[in-house]
C-alpha cells in the first residue's frame, strides 16, 4: 500500500545532541509537510518543500532545518535539541500544493523526547 | 492563522450515541476537510466537502457546511469505542497551507 513512513517511531537525544528524523513516501506527492504537535495541541506547520523548493513558516525557529534529497525522502534536523522541542513531529504529503481537493496523508510520527 | 476552530473542545458519550462537533472557520474556502487522530498517530483524512455541496456522507459520517455562517458540522452516528479519537476541520488558507485548530476530543465509552 502507498504511504507515508516515519522512523523511528521513538527517538531520546539529550539536550543540545542534533538529531534527525526521517520520513518517507511511496505515494509520489510532489509535497511533503513538517508538521510539530504538542500534548493535546494543534499540530503546528513547521516547513514544507514542493519537490525541491523549500518553504519555511515564518515562526519556524533556525534551530529546525530539513532536507529533500529526493521525491522519497524528507527529513527534519533538530541541531541543538531543546526541552521545548519535545514532542511528536509528523510528516506528511499531499499530491500538489494549494490544491483544493487535495488531501493530506499523514506518517504516524516520531515521538521526540529531549532528556 | 489557523482556519478551524472546532466545538466542543471535549465530548464524552455512549456507545451508540450520536456525537455532533462543529467546526468555524475564517476565510472563504473552496473545500472543507475533517481528520482524525487517534492517540499517538498521525491525522486521518475523513472527508471532504466542497464549498457549492451542504451535505455530505460517508458511511457513519455526515457533514454539513453553512458557508453563508462560515461553519460545519461533523455527525459521527451509532458511535463505537474505536471512534475515540481526536477530530479535526481545516481548510487551505489564503497561503495555500492546511492550519489546524486544536480539535475535538472524542471520547465514546462502552
Known amino acids: 500500500d502507498a504511504m507515508v513512513i516515519q522512523n523511528p517511531r521513538y527517538q531520546v537525544t539529550q539536550f543540545g545532541k542534533p538529531v534527525t528524523l526521517s520520513c518517507s513516501q511511496t505515494?509520489?506527492?510532489?509535497?511533503m509537510y513538517w508538521y510539530q504537535q504538542k500534548s493535546s495541541q494543534a499540530p503546528k506547520l513547521l516547513f514544507h518543500?514542493?519537490?525541491?523548493?523549500?518553504?519555511n513558516e515564518a515562526d519556524t525557529p533556525d534551530n529546525f532545518q530539513s532536507r529533500r534529497p529526493n521525491t522519497s525522502f524528507c527529513f527534519l534536523d533538530i541541531r541543538s535539541p531543546g526541552l521545548g522541542d519535545a514532542a511528536m513531529y509528523l510528516c506528511?504529503?499531499?499530491?500538489?500544493?494549494?490544491?483544493?481537493?487535495?488531501?493530506?496523508?499523514f506518517g504516524n510520527g516520531t515521538r521526540l523526547t529531549v532528556t | 492563522s489557523q482556519q478551524g476552530e472546532e466545538d466542543p473542545q471535549a465530548l464524552s458519550i455512549q456507545e451508540g450515541e450520536n456525537a455532533t462537533m462543529n467546526c468555524s472557520y475564517k476565510?472563504?474556502?473552496?473545500?472543507l476537510q475533517w481528520y482524525r487522530q487517534n492517540s499517538g498517530r498521525g491525522l486521518v483524512h475523513l472527508i471532504l466537502?466542497?464549498?457549492?455541496?451542504r451535505e455530505k456522507h460517508s458511511g457513519r459520517l455526515r457533514v454539513t457546511l453553512d458557508t453563508s455562517k462560515k461553519s460545519s458540522s461533523l455527525l459521527i452516528t451509532a458511535s463505537r469505542a474505536a471512534d475515540t479519537a481526536s477530530y479535526f476541520c481545516t481548510s487551505y488558507n489564503q497561503g495555500g497551507k492546511l492550519i489546524f485548530g486544536q480539535g475535538t476530543e472524542l471520547s465514546v465509552k462502552p
Open positions: 476565510t472563504s474556502i473552496n473545500n
Open positions: 505515494l509520489n506527492h510532489n509535497v
Open positions: 466537502i466542497r464549498s457549492n455541496e
Open positions: 506528511a504529503t499531499s499530491r500538489d500544493f494549494g490544491v483544493r481537493n487535495s488531501p493530506l496523508h
Open positions: 518543500y514542493y519537490d525541491k523548493d523549500f518553504n
